[in-house]
C-alpha cells in the first residue's frame, strides 16, 4: 500500500477509512486493527458546478477501491468536510469553495463507498485529534483555531465538541472592524479579512505595492524592519487578540489550540498574541496559547477516530 506507515498513537480498533476532504485536495488513509495510519495521500479534488457532492462522493468510490487492491479490509469509514456542516443529519449545509448548499453528503458516501461513514467538519475533527492525542489534551474546555486561508475554529465545552448545528466556531467571521473590508461572507469587517494568512499576504501587497506568496514573506518582512510588514501584522495579532479576549469572556477556555499555516511563524504569532491578550483581560481566566501539534495529519487522524467511534456507538 503506498504511503508511509505511520503509528500516530491511535492504539486498536477497528479497521477504517478516513478522507479529510479539502477545496484542493483529499487526503486519505486506512487505519489498521493495531493503529497503523497506512498508505496516506494526497488526491486533486474534482470541481464540478453541476454535481459537486456527487462528483466528490464518486471520487471517494474510486479512492477506496484502491486501498481494496492494496489489501485494506475497513469495516467503516469517516469522511470530513469544510464549511457549515450539519453532522447530525449528515448534510453538507454550505461550502463556497466546493459549490454545494443543503447535500446529502452523509447518504451519498455510505451508497459510493457501502460502507457506514461517520461525517463530519474538517476543523472539529482535527480539534478531537488534538484533544485525545495533541496539544489540547488534558484540557476539559478548549478553542480550537485553524488560521490559513480562512479562519476556523471549534469550541470543546466539558471534553465535548460544541457545533450549535454546524453554525458553531465561525471565529473568522466575527465583527473585527465594522468599517473594514467586506468579506467573501458577504458580511463587513470580519476578522477573516485582517488576520487570516491569505489576507496579511494580501493586504501587505495592497499597502506595499508588491505581490508576496504568503503570510510568511510578511513575517520575514516584518523581522528585517519593514514598517508595512510590521503594520500588517500587528493588525492581525490586534483582531485576533480581541476575538480571544471576547472569547475569554463568553467561554472561559482552559487553552486555545492554533494551528494552520500562521501557527507556522511561532513566536513571532504566539508572544505579542499573548502579551496584548494579558492587556486586554482583566478577572478572566487566561487561557493557555497552544501550538497544535499534529500539523496537517489532525483533520484526517481524527475523522478515523470518529469512524471508529460510529462502530463502538453501534456495539453498544
Not at 7 to 32: C, E, N, Q, W
Not at 88 to 98: D, H, M
Request: hydrophobic letters at 45%; glycine letters at 14%.
Amino acid at each position: 500500500m503506498s504511503g508511509a506507515r505511520r503509528d500516530p498513537g491511535l492504539g486498536p480498533g477497528s479497521a477504517v477509512l478516513a478522507f479529510d476532504v479539502g477545496g484542493t485536495d483529499i487526503k486519505s488513509a486506512y487505519v489498521t486493527e493495531d493503529g497503523a495510519v497506512e498508505g496516506v495521500r494526497r488526491s486533486p479534488t474534482p470541481i464540478d458546478p453541476g454535481d459537486p457532492a456527487g462528483t466528490i462522493t464518486r471520487r471517494l468510490a474510486e479512492l477506496a477501491q484502491e486501498y481494496h487492491a492494496a489489501g485494506a479490509r475497513p469495516h467503516a469509514s469517516g469522511v470530513s468536510v469544510p464549511g457549515i456542516v450539519d453532522e447530525r443529519a449528515g448534510i453538507g449545509v454550505f461550502s463556497s469553495n466546493l459549490g454545494w448548499r443543503d447535500a446529502p453528503l452523509r447518504s451519498l458516501a455510505e451508497e459510493a463507498l457501502a460502507l457506514p461513514v461517520a461525517f463530519g467538519h474538517d476543523v472539529r475533527a482535527a480539534a478531537t485529534a488534538e484533544h485525545r492525542m495533541g496539544a489540547a489534551r488534558g484540557f476539559d474546555d478548549v478553542v480550537m483555531l485553524a488560521i490559513g486561508t480562512g479562519i476556523a475554529g471549534t469550541i470543546i465545552i466539558d471534553g465535548r465538541p460544541y457545533a450549535g448545528g454546524g453554525y458553531a466556531g465561525e471565529f473568522g467571521h466575527a465583527l473585527a472592524d465594522p468599517s473594514g473590508e467586506r468579506c467573501r461572507c458577504g458580511a463587513i469587517g470580519c476578522v477573516e479579512t485582517i488576520a487570516s494568512a491569505a489576507s496579511i499576504a494580501q493586504r501587505y501587497g495592497e499597502w506595499n505595492g508588491t505581490v508576496v506568496s504568503g503570510a510568511r514573506e510578511v513575517r520575514d518582512a516584518m523581522r528585517a524592519g519593514d514598517p508595512i510588514a510590521r503594520a500588517v501584522w500587528a493588525d492581525a495579532v490586534e483582531a485576533l487578540a480581541e476575538l480571544l479576549a471576547r472569547t475569554c469572556a463568553l467561554l472561559a477556555p482552559e487553552a486555545v489550540v492554533i494551528g494552520g499555516g500562521l501557527s507556522e511563524a511561532g513566536e513571532d504569532l504566539f508572544a505579542p498574541l499573548g502579551a496584548r491578550l494579558d492587556a486586554l483581560l482583566s478577572f478572566h481566566r487566561r487561557p493557555a496559547l497552544l501550538r497544535a501539534e499534529l500539523g496537517d495529519d489532525a483533520g484526517l487522524l481524527g475523522t478515523a477516530l470518529a469512524a471508529r467511534a460510529l462502530l463502538e456507538a453501534g456495539d453498544s
